[in-house]
């Protein structure tokens, strides 16, 4: 039955791509039917404010054949426009839900918060070192967040911020590129950070103890 929903989902595609195409035509020339409509005045015809309505109406009109250009791939390769609205709208939505310095912190919180509800005896020892171990780099102040728009990495620089030593301000001696991987400490992607998420699981259990 679902594959069947789906054949027929996929037989429409082609179809859904005309009809949108189609649409998006007529509203554009629409618009390019009011834009040629507009005539100036013979006092402004030389003038700067003609120049700078031509400019604007050329604009319109690259836009116009841009989209229209589009559309009409979509309508011919339904499939591979699929894919690339797919990557697209992924895209789109991890971007918004790539985690902040506050996501960190909140997710830290809770984690700490859950494991301090364990006797120190049932705790993880994977969990509750993980944990010590991010409270000792904010403590440092040397946790950092680079961002990539789609996803986060928690990576630790080698000073505070507001140290004003040689070492810390010296451009040379700042980390480098080549070696920057082994300083990430998490990933964030989604909305969360999934080293510290993994680190949690089973937090209230202490084989060694079993």
Known sequence: MSLNSGARGFRRAPSLFRNSYEQLKTRYDSIQARLDAITFPERYKGTILEKWAMYW????IDY???VIDTGRTMRDRPVRSGVYVSLL??????GARNP????FYDQFRRAYNQL??????CQNPTASQHL????RYHNEGILRRLSLGVVSFLWLDNYDKGLAI????????QPRYLTFHERIIDVGFLGKFWVLEKKMVDYDINEENL
């Open 166 to 173: 040689y070492k810390a301000v010296c451009p040379y001696l």
């Open 64 to 66: 116009k054949e841009m």
């Open 100 to 103: 902040s310095d506050t996501d």
């Open 89 to 94: 709208a992924g895209s789109l939505y991890a």
């Open 57 to 60: 109406k050329n604009l319109v």
């Open 132 to 135: 010590t171990l991010l409270e």
């Open 116 to 121: 301090s509800l364990v006797h120190p005896t």
